[in-house]
Structure formats: structure tokens, C-alpha cells
């Protein structure tokens, strides 16, 4: 089993910036990729970015150059530096772990970007 705890979310303006982290406990050592999704309402959760084990980075279209994913293996923590908020990045984020055969999900924190 492998446990996320995710913080760093809250109110910003637009154009502002957060970061969010993701601290994972319990069987780290089969977790082979990390990563973000969120979930706006009324809308599908989606992919904002991951990394893998050996630091390989994947990000969303809407997000490329604005967010960026970084790991800390001896923290077993993985941030989401967001820059460049907009309206549109309003909504609830969640973290993601996968292993071969398991998938694990934080409890989700919420971001709002409003003046």
C-alpha cells in the first residue's frame, strides 16, 4: 500500500503561482511513476504531468511552461511548481502513484485562481 498526502493549495490572482506537494509513504519502492491530475467542475479529471523514477517529465499542453514537476527521492515527495496561474487552472488537484499493477490516488486539495 502506498500512502499521498498532498498540500500547498489555496487561493491565488491570476498570474500568481503555487506549489503543491505530494508526500508519499508506505511501499515507495513500487511506485514507478508520480504525478498530477485535476478535476474542475462539472468536468473529466485530467493529466497536468507526471514523472517517472528516473526523473523523465510529462505535462499537459495547457500547462507546458507554466508548471513544472520535480521529485525529491529522499523525501519521497514530488512538487507541482505552478506559474502563470489562470482562471482556467481552478480546480481541485490530485496526486497519483502507480506501480505495475496498482494505482493510488491523494485526497485531492483545491486551487483557485480569482482576483
Known amino acids: 500500500q502506498v500512502q499521498l498526502v498532498e498540500s500547498g493549495g489555496g487561493l491565488v490572482q491570476p498570474g500568481g503561482s503555487l506549489r503543491l506537494s505530494c508526500a508519499a509513504s508506505g511501499s515507495i519502492s513500487s511506485i514507478l511513476i508520480m504525478g498530477w491530475y485535476r478535476q474542475a467542475p462539472g468536468k473529466q479529471r485530467e493529466l497536468v504531468a507526471t514523472i517517472t523514477r528516473g526523473g523523465s517529465t510529462n505535462y499537459a499542453d495547457s500547462v507546458k511552461g507554466r508548471f513544472t514537476i520535480s521529485g525529491d527521492n529522499a523525501k519521497n515527495t514530488v512538487y507541482l511548481q505552478m506559474n502563470s496561474l489562470k482562471p482556467g487552472d481552478t480546480a481541485v488537484y490530485y496526486c497519483?502513484?502507480?506501480?505495475?499493477?496498482?494505482?493510488?490516488w491523494g485526497q485531492g486539495t483545491q486551487v483557485t485562481v480569482s482576483s
Open positions: 497519483n502513484a502507480r506501480g505495475v499493477t496498482m494505482v493510488y
